[in-house]
C-alpha cells in the first residue's frame, strides 16, 4: 500500500477515534483526566501562573490582540522579500551589523509570521471566545489561555530567528521554535477539550470544525511520525497539506461561519453546507500554500526530501485536491449568503471585520483554482508554472486566510473585549488600503513571475525591464498591507482603552433608531428597514379612510 | 510652592497639533533632500560617519522608516493609553 494512503488513513482514523471519545469519554478515566488537566493548567506552573489576571475574555484577548501585531511584522517581512527579489543589494548596509538577509530568509520569514504568529493566533484566540459560547459554559482556564499566549509568541519569534539562521551555537533553532509551538498548542487543545467536557448541551457544527482544527495538528503529527512520511519529499508535502486542510482550513471555516453570523445579526445559511465543509476538510487535501514540503522538514529539523511520486500517488493526492473544492465553494456560499441574510441590499455591509470577511471568501475560489494548477503541476512532475507558486502562495495567504481571520478578529473584537474598535472610518480605510495592495500588489508580481518564466522557456537571456518594473510596482503597492496593518493595530489597541463600552447603546451601527413605525399603506420590509426602523422596532397599523370627510362629531 | 504668574494649562489636546507635528517632519524631509541638491555627492556630517548609514541606498529605506514609524506609533499608543489617567 502507498505511504501516502497509510498516512492519509491514520489520520482518518485519529479523527474518527477522537468524534467518538469526544461522545463517549474516557469511561472511568474521564474525572482523572480532567483533575490532571485542571492541575497541568494552573497548579502545576506554580507562582507563573499568577501573572496575568482570569477575567473572563482575558485569554482570547491576549491572542488577538498579538495575533494583529505579528500580522505586521509578517507583512512588512513579506514587502521587504518582495523588494529583495529585484533589488538584492537593498539591504546591504545592514551587514555592518551582522545582519545580510536574503531575498528567500525574508519570504520565509514573513511566512512564518504571518502563518503561524498572525493567522494562527487569531484562529486559536477567536475559538477561546466561540467555543466556550457556542457550549453555554465558560472557558476552562482563562488564565492559562492568556499566559500561554506569550509562550506562543516567544515560539513565534524563535521560529523568526531560525529563519534566518537555522544553526546557532549547534542547536537548530526551528526545532526549538517547534517544541515551543507544540507545547503551547497542547495546553490550548487540553483547556478547549476540558471546555468541552463541561458543555451543557449538544455540540454545534462550528464548534466541531474548531475542534477537529485544533485536533488536526496532532493527528497530522501522528500520522507523519508512525508511517515515516516525515522522512521523504512526498510525505512532508502531504503533512503540509494535512496541516492546511487540517488545522488552519477548518479553524478558519468555524471561526468565519460564527464570526459572519454574529457581525451580520443573520443565522447561519445552511447547516449542510457547514456539514459538506466538516467533511470535506477532513477528507480532501487542500491546495493552498507551498508546492513542496521543505518547510515541515525544517520545522523538524530534518533532511527535506525531493518530491517523486509514483502515478498512483499521484492519481490519489490530485483526486483529493480536485474534490476540496466541495467544501471551498460550500464555506464561501454558506459565509457570504448567511451575511446578506435574504437581503438582497446587504445587511450591515460596512461593519469592520464584515467587509474583511467579504474580501476573503470572494478572493477563495479564483485562488483555490490557481493553487490547484501549481500543485498538480508539481506533484506531477511537469514543473511547467512553477515559476509562479510563490505569488499564488502568498496570494492564499493575504488574499484569502489573512483577511478572513483578521475580519473574525474586527468582527468578533466587541465581542470578546466589550468595547467597540476606536475608530470604524480608521477601520475602513485600512480595509481599502490592504484589499487594493493585496489584489493590485500580488497580481503585478504574479504578471512579473509570468514574463519571467516565459522568456525562460523561450530561451531570452535577457532580462525583461518590464518584468522588473511591474515587480517594482508590486512591491511598492503591496506596502500598503503593512500601513493597513498598523492602522488596525492601532484601532485595535486605543480601542481596548478608550473604545464604545458595549451595552451603553452603543451595539447598533446607524444613528438612527426608530421605536415605533406607522404603516400606512402597502410597503416593502426594505423599504422600513431604510426608513430607520430595527428588528426590535414595533410596526403600528394607522387606519385610514376614503370615505368623504365631514364635521367631527362633539 | 504656588505659582502667581496665572500660568494654565488645558487638558484638551487641539487636532492642528498633529498638522503641525506632520508638517514638522515633512519640512525636516525635505531639508535632507535639499542637502543632497546642494551638495551633490557628499555624505550626511556625522551620520555617514557610521558604516551602516553611510550605504544607505536604495528607495526600500524609506518603506522601512514608515514601517518603522508605525511600529513606534503603536508602543507610544500603547503607553499613553495605559498611562492616561
Known amino acids: ?554 | 510652592m504656588t505659582n502667581d504668574d496665572g500660568f494654565l494649562q488645558g487638558e484638551n489636546e487641539p487636532g492642528a497639533s498633529k498638522v503641525v507635528l506632520v508638517g514638522a517632519l515633512v519640512s525636516a524631509l525635505i531639508f535632507m533632500v535639499v542637502y543632497s541638491i546642494l551638495y551633490p555627492g557628499q555624505d550626511y556630517p556625522v551620520l555617514s560617519d557610521f558604516e551602516t548609514f553611510g550605504s544607505l541606498t536604495g528607495g526600500i529605506w524609506f518603506f522601512i522608516l514608515g514601517a518603522v514609524l508605525g511600529m513606534f506609533s503603536i508602543i507610544a499608543t500603547m503607553i499613553t493609553e495605559a498611562t492616561r489617567e
Open chain 1, 1 to 554: 500500500m502507498s505511504e501516502i494512503f497509510t498516512t492519509l488513513a491514520v489520520f482518518w482514523l485519529c479523527a474518527f477515534v477522537f468524534y467518538v471519545l469526544v461522545h463517549r469519554g474516557l469511561w472511568i478515566f474521564s474525572d482523572v483526566a480532567r483533575t490532571m488537566g485542571m492541575f497541568m493548567l494552573e497548579k502545576a506552573l506554580g507562582p507563573g501562573i499568577d501573572l496575568v489576571e482570569g477575567r473572563t475574555g482575558s485569554a482570547a484577548r491576549a491572542w488577538i490582540m498579538q495575533s494583529a501585531l505579528w500580522l505586521m511584522i509578517g507583512g512588512l517581512f513579506t514587502f521587504e522579500g518582495m523588494w529583495l527579489a529585484h533589488e538584492p543589494t537593498a539591504l546591504h548596509s545592514l551587514s555592518a551589523w551582522g545582519y545580510d538577509p536574503t531575498a528567500d530568509t525574508l519570504a520565509a520569514t514573513g511566512k512564518a509570521a504571518t502563518a503561524f504568529g498572525g493567522i494562527t493566533m487569531a484562529l486559536v484566540g477567536c475559538g477561546l471566545h466561540i467555543l466556550p459560547n457556542l457550549l453555554g459554559t465558560s472557558l476552562a482556564s482563562e488564565r492559562n489561555g492568556a499566559l500561554v499566549s506569550f509562550l506562543y509568541s516567544g515560539g513565534v519569534f524563535v521560529t523568526l530567528v531560525g529563519s534566518h539562521d537555522p544553526l546557532i551555537l549547534g542547536v537548530k533553532v526551528m526545532v526549538v521554535g517547534t517544541g515551543i509551538h507544540v507545547l503551547a498548542m497542547t495546553a490550548v487543545v487540553i483547556n478547549q477539550l476540558l471546555t468541552v467536557a463541561s458543555r451543557v448541551g449538544s455540540i454545534p457544527m462550528p464548534a466541531w470544525l474548531i475542534l477537529l482544527g485544533l485536533m488536526a495538528e496532532s493527528f497530522n503529527l501522528i500520522a507523519g511520525i508512525s508511517t515515516g512520511a516525515i522522512n521523504d519529499g512526498d510525505g512532508q508535502w502531504l503533512m503540509y497539506r494535512l496541516q492546511g486542510s487540517g488545522f488552519f482550513f477548518l479553524s478558519l471555516a468555524g471561526v468565519v461561519l460564527y464570526a459572519s453570523s454574529v457581525a451580520s445579526g443573520n443565522a447561519l445559511w445552511s447547516r449542510t453546507l457547514v456539514g459538506a465543509t466538516l467533511l470535506g476538510g477532513l477528507f480532501t487535501l487542500n491546495p493552498f500554500g507551498a508546492n513542496h514540503g521543505t518547510l515541515v522538514a525544517d520545522l523538524f529539523g530534518i533532511d527535506a526530501g525531493e518530491m517523486g511520486m509514483s502515478s498512483n500517488d499521484t492519481v490519489i493526492v490530485t483526486f483529493l485536491m480536485a474534490l476540496a473544492s466541495v467544501p471551498v465553494i460550500a464555506l464561501s456560499a454558506n459565509t457570504m449568503l448567511t451575511m446578506r441574510g435574504g437581503n438582497s441590499s446587504g445587511a450591515n455591509p460596512s461593519g469592520a471585520g464584515l467587509v474583511e470577511i467579504n474580501f476573503g471568501v470572494m478572493a477563495m475560489i479564483p485562488v483555490f483554482i490557481g493553487s490547484l494548477f501549481v500543485q498538480t503541476d508539481a506533484v506531477s512532475g511537469t514543473d511547467a508554472i512553477s515559476g509562479l507558486s510563490w505569488t499564488i502562495e502568498e496570494m492564499s495567504r493575504w488574499a484569502v486566510m489573512v483577511p478572513l481571520s483578521l475580519g473574525s478578529v474586527l468582527a468578533l473584537y466587541p465581542s470578546i473585549t466589550g468595547r467597540q474598535l476606536a475608530s470604524a472610518s480608521r477601520a475602513r480605510t485600512a480595509f481599502w488600503l490592504m484589499s487594493g495592495a493585496v489584489l493590485l500588489g500580488l497580481m503585478l508580481n504574479l504578471t512579473s513571475s509570468a514574463i519571467d518564466m516565459a522568456l525562460l522557456d523561450a530561451g531570452v537571456e535577457d532580462p525583461s525591464s518590464l518584468s522588473h518594473e511591474l515587480a517594482v510596482a508590486g512591491s511598492v503597492i503591496f506596502y500598503f498591507a503593512v500601513v493597513a496593518m498598523i492602522l488596525h493595530c492601532l484601532n485595535m489597541v486605543s480601542g481596548l482603552f478608550r473604545g464604545d463600552i458595549i451595552g451603553e447603546g452603543t451595539e447598533v451601527a446607524s444613528s438612527i433608531e426608530a421605536d415605533t413605525y406607522n404603516l400606512a399603506s402597502a410597503t416593502t420590509v426594505s423599504r422600513i428597514l431604510t426608513s430607520g426602523a430595527g428588528m426590535d422596532t414595533v410596526v403600528v397599523p394607522v387606519g385610514e379612510s376614503d370615505e368623504k370627510g365631514s364635521a367631527t362629531d362633539l
